[in-house]
């Protein structure tokens, strides 16, 4: 298990920056955006795609700062009713999933998307309960085009020997585990999440229980080490349901934090613990969105708690139980 870094809070470093950096800092591995709400700043999908020698340069600087890199990042909306914007989510997805087989590469990070609640509505529709029965009807609509959608994509990854890693995200047909395992069981082992906790935290949802459920299913392709702080005296007045906008911190339920400050060092030591009971054992990779702090301070402080919460060696013979 090691430390990653989504690589947007330094996109004002070159790629041999943010390497030199994130080297300096004690990081493992980065997921860089190649497209969609990340960006592209430090891999561009279309200067990479195909090209060796922009290929072979990636792979030299990785090899000089000791590096890897655990996925790529493409989140967007396939899914949405607007046909363009469909279509230019798709291609972003389809070419990312074949530039990380070209970079060796097992795993693209992205969202499941959100349909809108039926063939003639104009924008995505994020329904959450099932009444009255028009939703329910929406909702089963939306599912019927995820799963033709996504098991034509897993088929892409497959031909590709490529993960896709779904973030379960509010405003996405997938948010939470259940709706999770629900998407891979119906499109295949391809599909599974980039678990990040964040999102799961302010939906009252328990991160090692969530963790030990999809991993029974074999469902982590990937982890996002990102947490979430919620503000009682908010929430206990208007829910968690909250559409302040995120740079008013003072009005707003709960806020993305640096790991560590929603959260203590022990809680983030059992994520780890139980992470490793179920199998996954590649990158904590940061993201960091906490407006309470600098890019590179937060990063900071999340990889010197990380580095005390990771096991980095295998685990030995359990001895005493002999």
């Known amino acids: 298990m090691d430390i990653g870094v989504h690589t ?11 390497l030199s950096y994130l080297s300096e800092i004690g990081v493992d591995a980065i997921e860089p955006g190649v497209g969609g709400h990340p960006g592209q700043d430090h891999l561009p999908r279309a200067e990479h795609l195909d090209d060796d020698s922009a290929q072979q340069e990636v792979r030299n600087l990785l090899e000089e700062y000791d590096m890897r890199i655990s996925a790529l990042a493409i989140h967007n909306n396939p899914l949405h009713p607007d046909e363009e914007r469909a279509k230019e989510a798709d291609t972003e997805l389809r070419e990312a999933i074949e530039l990380a087989d070209q970079l060796d590469v097992g ?4 969202f499941s998307g959100l349909p809108a609640g039926g063939p003639d509505d104009e924008v995505p529709n994020w329904i959450t309960a099932p009444w009255p029965p028009e939703h329910a009807d929406a909702h089963e609509y939306q599912w019927e085009q995820a799963i033709d959608y996504w098991t034509e994509i897993a088929d892409h990854a497959d031909d590709h020997g490529v993960d896709i890693a779904i973030e379960m995200h509010p405003n996405m ?18 599909i599974g999440a980039n678990f990040d906790p964040s999102h799961l935290y302010w939906q009252g949802i328990t991160i090692t229980d969530a963790i030990r459920y999809l991993g029974e299913r074999d469902a982590i392709h990937h982890f996002h080490a990102k947490d979430t702080k919620i503000y009682e005296e908010q929430a206990r007045e208007k829910g968690v349901l909250d559409t302040t906008a995120y740079d008013d911190e003072p009005n707003r339920s709960w806020l993305f934090r640096s790991v560590g400050y929603g959260h203590g060092e022990s809680h983030w030591k059992d994520i780890v613990s139980t992470l490793r009971m179920v199998g996954y054992d590649g990158a904590l990779s940061i993201e960091h969105e ?3 702090t600098s890019s590179r301070e937060g990063l900071e402080k999340a990889v010197d708690l990380l580095e005390r919460a990771v096991f980095r060696e295998q685990p030995g013979e359990a001895y005493w139980a002999e």
Do not use: K
């Open 173 to 190: 047909l997938v948010y939470e585990p259940h709706g999770m395992a629900r998407l891979r069981e119906e499109t295949g082992d391809r």
């Open 8 to 18: 947007p809070p330094l996109a004002d470093e070159s790629l041999e920056g943010a």
């Open 107 to 110: 795993v693209v990070t992205c």
């Open 290 to 292: 906490d407006s309470l």
